[in-house]
């Protein structure tokens, strides 16, 4: 008869998952996910699906739109995405709220030359692009 030793790094059943256990599916975020000036017409997309940041609750939607893919994350989970790629016919577009409230966008079509990687600026010690 074979011998069975009990490994005590892993939960039993009924046990509390141990440290880094990330659950999935991740638990819903808010109902709704509101994209206001980051993409236009500010459609309200379904809940969030998806932990992209692995902290066990759901950030991101991905949905159809039009012709475009549209990821909306919302990493502080107040139910208005803080960043939206949409991924279409024509390229990227990247869109966030700026430190100043106002909307950057980030266009890259494609066949574009890839952006220059980032780096550290020496001085600062901040990553810069370019
Ligand atoms: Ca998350
Ligand atoms: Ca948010």
Same mark, same amino acid.
């Given at each position: ?5 009990? $490994?005590?790094? #892993? ?11 990330v ?10 996910? %509101?994209?206001?000036? &980051? ?6 997309l379904?809940?969030? !699906? &998806?932990?992209?940041? &692995?902290?066990? %609750? ?12 549209v %990821?909306? !994350? $919302? ?6 995405? $803080?960043? #939206?790629?949409? #991924? ?18 980030? $266009? ?19 990553? !810069?692009?370019?």
């Amino acid at each position: 008869m074979a011998e069975f030793a009990v $490994d005590p790094t #892993v939960p039993g059943p009924g046990e509390p998952p141990g440290p880094g256990h990330v659950p999935w599916p991740a638990p819903a975020g808010p109902p709704e996910l %509101l994209t206001g000036d &980051l993409v236009p017409g500010a459609p309200v997309l379904d809940a969030p !699906t &998806l932990d992209s940041d &692995l902290d066990g %609750l759901a950030d991101t939607t991905i949905a159809p739109l039009g012709d475009d893919l549209v %990821l909306a !994350t $919302d990493p502080d989970h107040d139910g208005h995405a $803080d960043l #939206v790629t949409r #991924v279409g016919v024509h390229g990227v577009v990247t869109s966030r709220y700026g430190p100043d409230g106002r909307v950057e966008t980030e $266009d890259h079509p494609w066949g574009a030359p890839p952006p220059p990687p980032p780096s550290v600026d020496p001085r600062t010690g901040e990553w !810069t692009r370019g």
